[in-house]
T-cell receptor
């Protein structure tokens, strides 16, 4: 089946730094990718919809200046957490919309010290 | 918008028994529903889906039932195995292909 990868799988950073997370669709082109955030023992919460070649659409309550999304190609979307703080520590998961279904990446664990 | 909720946060079953996980949704316009399995530290894994023009769909050891009248769907797992232990989410897709996830049910399989 289709595969979506994320890099890195985990990252630890100091408060105030920026972290970039990559989401790649490995064997299909994805015009639309989605970014989710999941806190421990909670569900996935949609953060934004990433469309290739256009600006991302953010869900209510998600700061677009803090969570920068770039969908520069049909196989790559990036999420940059700017000036990260401990409350941004979470599990970030992307999904890519394929021809028949959405495929999820394995997630990136972000820990901000 | 869509609200998708689950009735039970944790379900404990004996190995070999059948498991039933329930989910309610609020938006009658939702026409596509998916069940996902998530193991610790991993992304969601597709289990089975169903469209609103169907009441039931079967896969390998899994069955999804959809009751549009009461906006309820369920996931049935036959002969539950230890490898089925995970958190299960239902999700509803809206017209813009966004997936709205339910709160999740943790399935524990007792040996």
């Amino acid at each position: 089946g289709a595969v979506v990868s994320q890099h890195p799988s985990w990252v630890i950073c100091k408060s105030g730094t920026s972290v970039k997370i990559e989401c790649r669709s490995l064997d299909f082109q994805a015009t639309t990718m989605f970014w989710y955030r999941q806190f421990p023992k909670q569900s996935l919460m949609l953060m934004a919809t990433s469309n290739e070649g256009s600006k991302a659409t953010y869900e209510q309550g998600v700061e677009k200046d803090k969570f920068l999304i770039n969908h520069a190609s049909l196989t790559l979307s990036t999420l940059t957490v700017t000036s990260a703080h401990p409350e941004d520590s979470s599990f970030y998961i992307c999904s890519a919309r394929g021809p028949t279904e959405q495929f999820f990446g394995p997630g990136t664990r972000l820990t901000v010290l | 918008g869509e609200n998708v909720g689950l009735h039970l946060p944790t379900l404990s079953v004996q190995e070999g028994d059948n498991s039933i996980i329930n989910c309610a949704y609020s938006n009658s316009a939702s026409d596509y529903f998916i069940w996902y399995k998530q193991e610790s530290g991993k992304g969601p894994q597709f289990i089975i889906d169903i469209r609103s023009n169907m009441d039931k769909r079967q896969g390998q050891r899994v069955t999804v039932l959809l009751n549009k009248t009461v906006k309820h769907l369920s996931l049935q797992i036959a002969a539950t195995q230890p490898g089925d232990s995970a958190v299960y989410f239902c999700a509803a897709m809206d017209s813009s292909y966004k997936l709205i996830f339910g709160s999740g049910t943790r399935l524990l399989v007792r040996p």
